[in-house]
T-cell receptor, first 111, second 111 residues
Framework: RKEVEQDPGPFNVPEGATVAFNCTYS??????FFWYRQDCRKEPKLLMS???SGNEDGRFTAQLNRASQYISLLIRDSKLSDSATYLC????????????FGQGTTLQVKP | EADIYQTPRYLVIGTGKKITLECSQT?????MYWYQQDPGMELHLIHY???????EKGDLSSESTVSRIRTEHFPLTLESARPSHTSQYLC??????????FGSGTRLTVV
């Protein structure tokens, strides 16, 4: 079983839609969680950290459920420019700062 | 302007050649990483370093080697390239957990 699992999609949505991605992680000792964004043929870039209390950055909301070991990302009022692959990323206590990446969920926003 | 640089951006080379992928960062980060990513697939950690003269193998077995003689420089070497090494190689550095900055990557094709 992979340490971090995501639905690869693709998610095809119209502009203005609200879309939610989920990610599950297997290591209950995992400490830190992030969402990265990767555009086609580009490097990943940090989108936002995920805090236990949940956090919001504009149209983006990230939540963590430690009991169920899943992380979510909600995008409201989606834009064409949101089209990308969203990577769920976990740091577990056993690997001292190394990031474990999920396969990524591809989002395609259509006009 | 990028603070972490990878060269070359693209490389097509014949089987059996020795190659070195360069990675340099100007942020003074102690932690540096090499990831390998095939198209549409997740990133896999192949090497990391927590400082000068410190290198470790990552989670994915790789025939490549790395060195860290200077803080800012973390080159990756393949002694004898094979078609199975065809992939994208991404270098990253970090100071804080999760705050990775990635280079633009090197797309390697071995023919």
């Amino acid at each position: 079983r992979k340490e971090v699992e995501q639905d690869p999609g693709p998610f095809n949505v119209p502009e203005g839609a609200t879309v939610a991605f989920n990610c599950t992680y297997s290591n209950s000792a995992s400490q830190s969680f992030f969402w990265y964004r990767q555009d086609c043929r580009k490097e990943p870039k940090l989108l936002m950290s995920v805090y236990s209390s949940g956090n919001e950055d504009g149209r983006f909301t990230a939540q963590l459920n430690r009991a169920s070991q899943y992380i979510s990302l909600l995008i409201r009022d989606s834009k064409l420019s949101d089209s990308a692959t969203y990577l769920c990323v976990v740091i577990s206590s056993s690997n001292t700062g190394k990031l474990i990446f999920g396969q990524g969920t591809t989002l395609q926003v259509k006009p | 302007e990028a603070d972490i640089y990878q060269t070359p951006r693209y490389l097509v080379i014949g089987t059996g050649k020795k190659i070195t992928l360069e990675c340099s960062q100007t942020m003074g980060h102690d932690k540096m990483y090499w990831y390998q990513q095939d198209p549409g697939m997740e990133l896999h950690l192949i090497h990391y370093s927590y400082g000068v003269n410190s290198t470790e193998k990552g989670d994915l077995s790789s025939e490549s080697t790395v060195s860290r003689i200077r803080t800012e420089h973390f080159p990756l070497t393949l002694e004898s390239a094979r078609p199975s090494h065809t992939s994208q190689y991404l270098c990253a550095s970090s100071e804080l957990p999760g705050g990775y900055t990635f280079g633009s990557g090197t797309r390697l094709t071995v023919v």
